[in-house]
C-alpha cells in the first residue's frame, strides 16, 4: 500500500502556513466548481493529488483546462490532480483534468514506455521530429502538437485529433495530454531509449554555405542604431549590461524588452536568409509550427552553415533565431557569456 504522506513530502518537503492557507483557497475554488479532489488523507500537501491516489494508473488520456473558468466546468467528471514529470528534475504540475478513454491503450503505453527514465525536458528541433513520428506509428495522429514543451511524463496532442485519440467529448479550449509515469531517474543512471527507431537526430554539424545565392549581393550596412536590420547578440532588458567593451542599447522588438549589441556577420548568407525571411513568417500565438522550424532550420543551415538546435519562439515576421554558439562562426568573434539560458544571438528585422 502506498504511504501517501511519505510520497507528499518526498516531493514538497517545506509546507509552511502560506502553503496550507493557498490549499485552502484553492479547496474553496474547487468546492464551487465541483471539482473532485482530496481523495486519500494522508496526502497532507493541499487537494491536487497524484492520479494513483484516486486509483488511476499510468498512461492516461486526459483533457486539461489551462485556467479555471469563472463559471461552470464543461460537463463530465473532473478531479485536482498533482503531476510530475521531466524526470529527476520532477516539475510540478497541479492540473484540473477529465480523464478519457482511449482508442489506443497500447500505443500510449508505448509512447510513454519509450520516454521514461529519459529525463526528457527540453525538447530539441530532432526531439520534436522524433515524437512526431511516434505519435503517427503508435497512435495514428497526423497533426504535428502545437504545444511543443514536451517532457518526460507528458506527451501533448494535437486537438485536432482529438476524434482519432477518443471516443469522448473534448470541451473546446482543453488540452489534450497524454499523462505518463514521471521515471525520476538521475541522470548518471538513465538509459538511452530503444525500444524502436525514431527518426534518426541530425548531428547539427555546420555546413559550408550553399552556393544558391548566385549573384545576389548582400546590402550596405546600416548606420542607425540597429539599421534596417541587425544581427544582435541579446538579452532579456531589466538586468544590468554585461561589463566589457562593447556598445549594449536597450530596445524593443516584436514587444519584447531586450538588451543588445550588434554583431558584424561574415557570413552574406545572412542577409540573404533576412531578405527571405522578413516578414513571412506567421505570427502564431502560440509560437511556430515544427513546420515552420524545420523549414527555417534547413534554410539557415544551406545559407550560412548555422544551425537552430531548439524550438525558439522568437521565429516570427520581424525575428530570425540563431544558435547563441553560433557566434564564432558567424563573425569570426569569440565571446565569453555568463552562464544561463538568457542569451539569444537573433536576427533583427
Known amino acids: 500500500m502506498t504511504d501517501w504522506r511519505a510520497v507528499a513530502r518526498e516531493h514538497m518537503p517545506f509546507w509552511d502556513e502560506g502553503d496550507e492557507a493557498g490549499a485552502a483557497e484553492a479547496v474553496t475554488v474547487l468546492d464551487r466548481l465541483g471539482v473532485r479532489h482530496s481523495p486519500v488523507a494522508e496526502w497532507d500537501r493541499g487537494p491536487y493529488q497524484p492520479l494513483g491516489a484516486y ?28 503531476h510530475h514529470s521531466m524526470g529527476f528534475t520532477c516539475w510540478h504540475d497541479d492540473l484540473v483534468v477529465k480523464v ?49 514543451w514536451v517532457r518526460e511524463a507528458w506527451y501533448p496532442v494535437d486537438a485536432a485529433d482529438a476524434s482519432v485519440m477518443t471516443g469522448d467529448e473534448v470541451p473546446e479550449g482543453a488540452r489534450l495530454v497524454i499523462l505518463g509515469e514521471n521515471g525520476n531517474v538521475p541522470p548518471d543512471e538513465q538509459e538511452v531509449p530503444s525500444d524502436e527507431p525514431g527518426t534518426e537526430a ?91 522550424l524545420i523549414a527555417y ?18 521565429l516570427g515576421p520581424s525575428t530570425l533565431p540563431i544558435d547563441v554558439e553560433q557566434v564564432p562562426h558567424l563573425t569570426g568573434e569569440r565571446i565569453d557569456l555568463p552562464r544561463g539560458d538568457t542569451w539569444h544571438l537573433l536576427l533583427m528585422l
Open 55 to 82: 486509483g488511476i494508473k499510468y498512461p492516461v488520456l486526459v483533457a486539461c483546462l489551462p485556467d479555471l473558468p469563472e463559471g461552470d466546468l464543461p460537463p463530465g467528471e473532473w478531479i485536482a490532480v498533482r
Open 100 to 148: 478519457l478513454e482511449p482508442r489506443e491503450r497500447e500505443g500510449m503505453r508505448r509512447l510513454s514506455d519509450h520516454y521514461v527514465g529519459t529525463n526528457l525536458e527540453d525538447p530539441t528541433i530532432d526531439d520534436l521530429v522524433d515524437y512526431r513520428e511516434r505519435l503517427g506509428r503508435l497512435l495514428g495522429v497526423s497533426s504535428p502538437p502545437r504545444e511543443k
Open 202 to 292: 541530425d548531428p547539427g554539424v555546420a555546413r559550408e554555405p550553399s552556393d544558391a545565392a548566385g549573384e545576389w549581393k548582400p546590402p550596405a550596412p546600416q548606420p542607425s542604431v540597429l539599421g534596417l536590420l541587425a544581427l544582435v547578440l541579446a538579452t532579456y532588458a531589466g538586468g544590468p549590461a554585461p561589463e566589457d567593451e562593447r556598445r549594449w542599447q536597450a530596445v524593443r522588438h516584436a514587444d519584447q524588452e531586450w538588451l543588445v549589441t550588434v554583431l558584424s556577420p561574415r557570413e552574406e548568407g545572412v542577409w540573404r536568409l533576412a531578405e527571405e525571411y522578413a516578414g513571412r513568417v506567421p505570427e502564431h500565438e502560440e509560437g511556430p509550427t515544427l513546420d515552420e
Open 297 to 314: 532550420r534547413e534554410r539557415l543551415r544551406e545559407l550560412t552553415g548555422a544551425d537552430l538546435t531548439r524550438p525558439s519562439w522568437h
